[in-house]
């Protein structure tokens, strides 16, 4: 959680502005939250904000490292404040929900691949996929044990290929 979101824009260089902190506010009290829904709540806090001017905050923030840009496959982009530890994420395939998930005790163990091929390494995108305790819960066969052959019309593809790649 960020404290005291002006000091961290200025410690970054950033002009402080109404926009900025509530978006970065807005960050830090939802993280991986996704740029449609931190524009809804920067609308309701400071009023009427371009989506444009959200956007354009997103993407400052997170060149300058002070927010996080994750994009799982087939998800929209989701944002966070814990930036530069090398986290990777657990997501649900049925609800789309995000957790955080430490990297393996130490320092980042998976930044070093077994060939480097000369890069200089800064970051492992690692994402779990499977389905959230809740998701699983909702399938639950004893749960829905009634109605055997009830078809499950809402039920999507659990193995969503990475088309996009
Ligand atoms: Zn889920
Ligand atoms: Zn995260
Ligand atoms: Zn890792």
Known sequence: MISDPAAELR?????VTAQRLAVLRTISANPHVTAEAV??????????????????ALATMVEVGLVRRIQPAGSAARFEDRVADNHHHLV?????CVVDVD???????????????GFDIDEAEVAFWGRCPRCQS????????????DPLTESTPHHKENKNE
């Open 138 to 149: 909702a399938t639950d066969p004893q749960s829905a044990s009634q109605g055997a052959d």
């Open 92 to 96: 649900c395939r049925d609800c789309g």
């Open 103 to 117: 990297c393996s005790v130490g320092a980042a163990p998976c930044l070093t691949a077994s060939d480097d091929h």
């Open 11 to 15: 410690s970054r260089g950033l002009q």
């Open 39 to 56: 524009t809804s709540e920067v609308r309701a806090e400071i009023g009427s904000v371009s989506v444009q001017a959200v956007y354009d």
